[in-house]
């Protein structure tokens, strides 16, 4: 079992930043990928970044390629999500998500097996 906290949510305006951060307790953290998901009111929860287990490969969806970057410390267990130039589109729940395996399979939130709770981001123009 891998319990989830994000933290770093907040309001920022249209080309500032904000970093998540989602701090795990529970289990050996290394053994865990990690990803990030969004859910604006109304959409789908959709992926947005992810990071294996041991940290040596990173994915990001096309909407935050070149803006986003992952990191993690597995000493710390916890997952960063810095976010830079953040645009009004970019507002939504930011969650949390780990899966049993370090590697990460599929960029679906169903192949994801624990969450947190949620953290707001609101960028306004």
């Known amino acids: 079992q891998v319990q989830l906290v994000e933290s770093g949510g907040g309001s920022v305006q249209a080309g500032g930043s904000l970093r998540v951060s989602c701090a795990a307790s529970?289990?050996?953290?290394?053994?865990?990928?990690v990803g990030w998901f969004r859910q604006a009111p109304g959409m789908d929860r959709v992926f947005v970044a992810g990071?294996?287990?041991?940290?040596?490969?990173?994915y990001y969806a096309d909407s935050a390629k070149g803006r986003f970057s992952i990191s993690r410390d597995n000493g710390r267990m916890v997952v960063h999500l810095q976010m830079d130039s953040l645009k009004p589109e970019d507002t939504a729940v930011y969650y949390c998500a780990a899966r049993r395996a370090g590697f990460i399979a599929g960029f679906w939130s169903h192949e994801f097996d624990y969450w947190g709770q949620g953290t707001q981001v609101t960028v306004s123009s």
């Open positions: 529970g289990s050996t953290f290394s053994r865990h990928a």
């Open positions: 990071i294996t287990g041991n940290g040596d490969l990173t």
